[in-house]
């Protein structure tokens, strides 16, 4: 490491004096870079500064502006707030040099820019299209391209009101006529090139020598798309020599809907409710962060009741999740269904709360800007009470005498998928699969969000980094939860659970903003760009289980075959959530 | 690496497996089938399963349970039909999905829009019981239904719900959502008795 250091981020300006300068528009903040320099810059920042995790890489189109820009969200892993880095290029040649080489988590992040905002990456090992297929015709998340059920580039669609001339979108756009094609391509007559790229991007078939003295045979398989250990439609394609793994790429979009496009479609608030699907098993997260972010470019903050509430929910939804991943990685380590249905119904008492307060068990769609959408009756209250004094910290310990010591799943976790901590964290890996690596980094600590600095919790943090660590690091955080929900429910005041007056229809300033928490999965972002308008100019989730899959191949390298099943349990990844 | 942790981890199923049995002996039978017996394996004190047989047992409904929304009539000494939607389109154009469609209706004589619906149309194929629309009209016109058992054999026919469909009258929703029943009936007579004096000071100024 060079000796020099720099102190504040203001020098980068005496640096860099032709290549960085400051983002003035009004509402933006951070720094803009030549894409020529952008690789020394920010090797600078990480090396001299600290700024060592690269949170989130994604695009913005200025259309009709012919600007295409990149944003990064750079973050210290000591903790601190976001430096936001940005460089420009020409829309009609989008080219900017890969920071792959830095940052190693950038692989899938910028692979997903190039797929759906057509801004290339020099530089980047593999290239490829991520979400959409292969023979997919337009990047689009451009602002030009149209999608097949197109009516108008935001909502309310006038044709719903005050006409009202009923049809479906499916009449009109028929089967086979609902999607575009390349020039030239046929469906019918396709070969996927797509999976000779995917075999070639495992290369290192070539390079490795054999793992053991005996001699095996080098095959490729794909584990998925349709696989029950796979927790939807992901797949593996797996290089083994033998059965040691020793290369593997990830495939996935299977469930891709464009979650993006629709949300620039929306209004600010029809979009919460868009923000449920996503990772729908903890949906009060999603909603948080999207709340979290909206509010900052309104600059409003939610009444104390609502902060509660808000922590409340938030910490019941991290509950359920974990329970889900435990239950479910046990389920791929082979225990079949007795721990998850275990572990099920304690999630089950906490969806009637959710059900009782929201109006549903899953897609709650609760948090409003500067507030929640119902107020937490004193009926409710006191169940969440009940059970979390009473009743779910020792069910975590029965789980805990249930599982934690069997030598089964000592045998199949224990230093399996070892992640160290330099990898974790340029691997850009966040939540429990970070914590599990010895990296005590938790938003709610590292840069608090709400009224998180309140409440007494540890940051949960386990230093083998394997699939045994990851699954304690579980167990770790959800008591840590029931911690901060009995605080909350202790402290929670009454008043009012919005501010100001609800509206549908919400008037935000023009700039952006990036509203991070720490969801269940990991660091769950969003990054909102509003331009004054009604719907947002861009938005983007920077999504926990997508980005930590970056790690896959990583973990998985040197195990066997059998327990990239288990290393893919221990991520946990909702496909709602990777896909979008 | 003795076992003991797996011969530990079945002593808890064994618990859970004899646990199940004792609650059903205790219970002398009311465990299944009986509205206390839900309750209690929906509260935190449960021990054993919990699963409910659906469709035999059926989990009551919380107030709050939203599911494809609904338009509230009223109904006059006439036995008339009154809709409290006057077509103002909030609803319509803060439905995420976008899924409703409202035809206004024009008066005749003069063309100029009447303050209620010629149709309503709900595509709920599309509906994503997001509850937004009953959550922002102002005339506490369309509500969350509570029934959920709208599986239907053809969809192209019968799930784009016409307002004939819709309507239901509001003895229907006092009976599904009692509490904020009451507490919308309180503040509309709150703003009506705030109206009447604001007028009866307007009158004695004058």
Known sequence: ?580 | MDGLGIIKGLAVTARRFFGTFKEDILWWGKRYYTDKGIARRMSSDVQGIFTVQYPEERIPTPEEFRFIPFLIYEENENGERLDRCTSCGICAKVCPPQCIWIVRTNDPKTGRPVPEPAEFYIDVDICMNCGLCAEYCPFDAIKMDHDYELAVYERQTNNIFNKEKLSKPLSYYASIRPINYSREEQMRLAAEAAKAARLAGKSQSN
């Open chain 1, 1 to 580: 490491m060079n000796t020099t250091t720099i102190v504040s981020i203001d020098h980068l300006l005496e640096i860099f004096p032709d290549d960085v300068r400051r983002d003035e528009r009004s509402g933006y903040e951070g720094f803009i870079v030549k894409p020529d320099n952008l690789n020394k810059v920010v090797s600078d920042l990480r090396d001299k500064m600290g700024y060592d995790y690269l949170s989130s890489v994604t695009g913005v189109d200025y259309y009709p502006e012919p600007i295409m820009e990149v944003v990064y969200h750079l973050f210290r892993s000591t903790g601190g707030s976001a430096l936001v880095i940005k460089t420009q290029t020409p829309r009609d040649k989008a080219i900017v040099p890969s920071l792959v080489p830095v940052y190693p988590g950038a692989e899938l992040q910028e692979r997903e820019v190039w797929d759906l905002m057509g801004i290339q990456f020099d530089g980047h090992p593999d290239l490829r299209r991520i979400l959409m297929w292969e023979g997919f015709e337009g990047h689009p998340l451009r602002k030009d391209w149209r999608e097949p059920y197109f009516e108008e580039d935001g909502k309310p669609f006038k044709s719903r009101w005050p006409e009202g001339k009923i049809w479906r979108s499916e009449d009109k756009n028929t089967y086979r006529k609902n999607i575009q094609f390349s020039p030239g391509f046929d469906p019918e007559s396709w070969v996927p090139e797509g999976d000779a790229a995917i075999y070639a991007g495992l290369g290192v078939v070539e390079k490795r020598s054999s793992v053991s003295s005996v001699k095996t045979d080098q095959i490729i398989v794909n584990l998925g798309p349709q696989h029950p250990s796979t927790h939807g439609v992901f797949r593996m394609v797996v290089s083994l020599d033998g059965e040691t793994i020793i290369g593997l790429r990830p495939v996935m979009g299977y469930l891709h809907r464009n979650h993006e496009k629709i949300g620039e479609r929306n209004t600010y608030l029809q979009n919460m409710p868009y923000t449920d699907r996503l990772d729908y098993l903890s949906s009060m997260s999603n909603n948080f962060g999207y709340a979290l972010a909206v509010e900052k470019l309104l600059g409003i903050k939610p009444p104390e009741r609502a902060e509660y509430i808000r922590v409340i929910m938030a910490e019941l939804t991290r509950i359920c999740n974990h329970l889900f991943a435990i239950g479910a990685l046990l389920n791929d380590l082979g225990a079949y269904f007795t721990p998850i249905l275990y572990a099920l119904e304690e999630r089950e008492l906490i969806l009637d709360i959710f059900e009782a307060t929201t109006g549903s068990r899953m897609m709650c769609n609760y948090f409003r800007f500067g507030g929640v959408a119902r107020d937490l009756s004193g009926e409710i209250a006191g169940q969440i009470e009940k059970l979390v004094f009473d009743r779910l910290l020792g069910k975590i310990d029965e789980l805990d005498l249930y599982l934690t010591k069997n030598e089964i799943i000592r045998a199949r976790a224990e230093g399996v998928g070892v992640l160290t901590p330099e990898q974790a964290i340029a691997l850009s890996t966040t939540g429990p699969v970070l914590r599990a690596s010895g990296v005590p980094y938790d938003v709610r600590r590292a840069d608090p969000y709400s009224i998180y600095d309140r409440f007494d919790f540890d940051v949960a943090v386990r230093y083998h980094g394997d699939v045994y660590d990851r699954y304690l690091i579980r167990m770790d955080e959800m008591r840590q939860s029931v911690r901060i929900i009995q605080q909350a429910i202790r402290d929670l005041p009454q008043g009012e659970i919005q501010e100001g007056k609800p509206q549908y229809q919400v008037r935000v300033p023009a700039g952006e903003a990036y509203g991070r928490v720490e969801g269940p999965k990991g660091e769950l972002g969003f990054y909102v760009i509003s331009n004054g308008k009604p719907n947002p100019w861009r938005y983007h989730v920077r999504a926990p289980s997508f980005i930590n899959l970056t790690a896959l191949e990583t973990m998985c390298i040197d195990n066997k075959v059998a327990d990239a099943v288990a290393i893919l349990g221990s991520i946990d990844i909702v496909l709602g959530e990777t896909d979008r």
